[in-house]
C-alpha cells in the first residue's frame, strides 16, 4: 500500500498549546499535502508541500519535509478549540496526480 | 463559487442491493476524484477522471463498482451489488490541471449496507 501514516493517532492538548503530528510515507513523491476533516465536514486542504521544499509556513501552520526519511510533520502554533479535527497527509504519486491518504490524526483541543 | 455538490447525503440499504452516487465538480475543473472513506481511515482513491477518460482505477473492486464521468462534467459511482463491508463514506473530490493540484471535497455520501 502505499498509504502513508500519521502518528499519533489521537492526541488532546489544552487551547493556546502547540500540537505536532507526523507523517510517514513509503514512495517517492512529487508533493504533499494536508487536509482537516471536522467532525460531520468533508475534508479541507490546509497547506502544499513540494518535494523540492524543506519547510512552509501558513497563518499557524508549519509543515516541515525530509525526503530522506520520507516523513513529514504538521506543526499547529496557539492551537483553538476550532482546531479540533481530524488531520490527514496525503502523497501525491506518480505522473497523473493520484493522491494517497493516511491514517490521520485526530486531535482535541480543551478550552 | 459553488463547491462540490454530492447527493444523496445519506444511503440505507440492504446487503445485494444496488445504489448509485452523483457527483457535481466545481465549474472548470478538469479532474474528479471519488474516494472511499471507512469509518476511521483516511480515504481510499477509487477512480480518477480527466475531462472523460479515466486516469486511475487500480484500487476500484470492478466486479461490484463502476463510475462514469459523461460529457466531462458529473459524475456517478455505482454499486452492485453492495456488500456489508461497502459502508463508508463516499466522497467527490475536483481539481484544475494545475500542477500540483489542490482537490476540492464535497460533503461526502454517508452509506449504510444492513
Known amino acids: 500500500s502505499q498509504q502513508g501514516e500519521e502518528d499519533p493517532q489521537a492526541l488532546s492538548i489544552q487551547e493556546g498549546e502547540n500540537a505536532t503530528m507526523n507523517c510517514s510515507y513509503k514512495?517517492?513523491?512529487?508533493?504533499l499535502q494536508w487536509y482537516r476533516q471536522n467532525s460531520g465536514r468533508g475534508l479541507v486542504h490546509l497547506i502544499l508541500?513540494?518535494?523540492?521544499?524543506r519547510e512552509k509556513h501558513s497563518g499557524r501552520l508549519r509543515v516541515t519535509l525530509d525526503t530522506s526519511k520520507k516523513s513529514s510533520s504538521l506543526l499547529i502554533t496557539a492551537s483553538r478549540a476550532a482546531d479540533t479535527a481530524s488531520y490527514f497527509c496525503?502523497?501525491?504519486?506518480?505522473?497523473?496526480?493520484?493522491?494517497?491518504f493516511g491514517t490521520g490524526t485526530s486531535l482535541t483541543v480543551i478550552p | 463559487e459553488a463547491g462540490v455538490a454530492q447527493s444523496p447525503r445519506y444511503k440505507i440499504i440492504e446487503k445485494r442491493q444496488s445504489v448509485a452516487f452523483w457527483c457535481n465538480p466545481i465549474?472548470?475543473?478538469?479532474?474528479l476524484y471519488w474516494y472511499q472513506q471507512i469509518l476511521g481511515q483516511g480515504p481510499k482513491l477509487l477512480i480518477q477522471?480527466?475531462?472523460?477518460?479515466?486516469?486511475?482505477d487500480s484500487q476500484l473492486p470492478k466486479d461490484r463498482f463502476s463510475a462514469e464521468r459523461l460529457k466531462g462534467v458529473d459524475s456517478t459511482l455505482k454499486i452492485q451489488p453492495a456488500k456489508l463491508e461497502d459502508s463508508a463514506v463516499y466522497l467527490c473530490?475536483?481539481?484544475?490541471?494545475?500542477?500540483?493540484?489542490?482537490?476540492?471535497f464535497g460533503p461526502g455520501t454517508r452509506l449504510t449496507v444492513l
Open positions: 473530490a475536483s481539481s484544475f490541471l494545475t500542477m500540483p493540484p489542490t482537490q476540492y
Open positions: 514512495t517517492s513523491i512529487n508533493n
Open positions: 508541500i513540494r518535494s523540492n521544499e
Open positions: 496525503a502523497t501525491d504519486v506518480g505522473t497523473g496526480n493520484q493522491f494517497y
Open positions: 465549474s472548470g475543473h478538469a479532474t
Open positions: 477522471f480527466q475531462n472523460n477518460g479515466v486516469v486511475d
